[in-house]
């Protein structure tokens, strides 16, 4: 349920996981990978990739969830990125017009002092979004 995966996430960050490692690791269920290997795979994808500048720790964990779903896995031929690409551009796309953009700071109000979105928010916002996306892949 919806609703228990974004109290796991929540409560994932307030252990001290990341915008990134909350996300991914209360998707853990879904992927094929256990919970250790997933929050060392999403740890530099946090505030906005380890400078606020970047995306979304949260969009990030989403992303490296939809990989995990959604790859062929194919090293001679990788051919499920592009569709991959399409189901993060469609996540991001959905947080955007949420929340007006996607980059950590402008989030945080880190560069004009007024805070468009909590961590807590992002978080909320990615695993609803997530939840819905991860019915289809």
Do not use: W
Not at 4 to 18: L, Q, S, T, V
Not at 28 to 55: C, H, Q
Not at 58 to 64: R, T, V
């Amino acid at each position: 349920m919806n609703i228990d995966r974004i109290e796991r996430a929540a409560g994932n960050h307030h252990k001290g996981y990341n915008c990134a490692q909350a996300v991914a690791c209360a998707f853990v269920d879904k992927v094929d990978m256990d919970e250790k290997s997933l929050f060392r795979v999403s740890e530099a994808f946090g505030f906005g990739m380890g400078d606020s500048y970047g995306t979304c720790g949260a969009l990030s964990g989403a992303a490296i969830i939809i990989g995990l779903l959604n790859s062929s896995g194919n090293l001679d031929g990788p051919y499920s990125k592009a569709d991959t690409y399409g189901i993060v551009r469609r996540i991001s796309q959905l947080f955007r017009e949420k929340n007006s953009t996607t980059i950590c700071c402008k989030l945080k109000g880190m560069d004009n002092k007024k805070v468009l979105r909590s961590c807590d928010g992002c978080i909320e916002d990615v695993v609803s979004i997530l939840s819905k996306i991860v019915k289809d892949v």
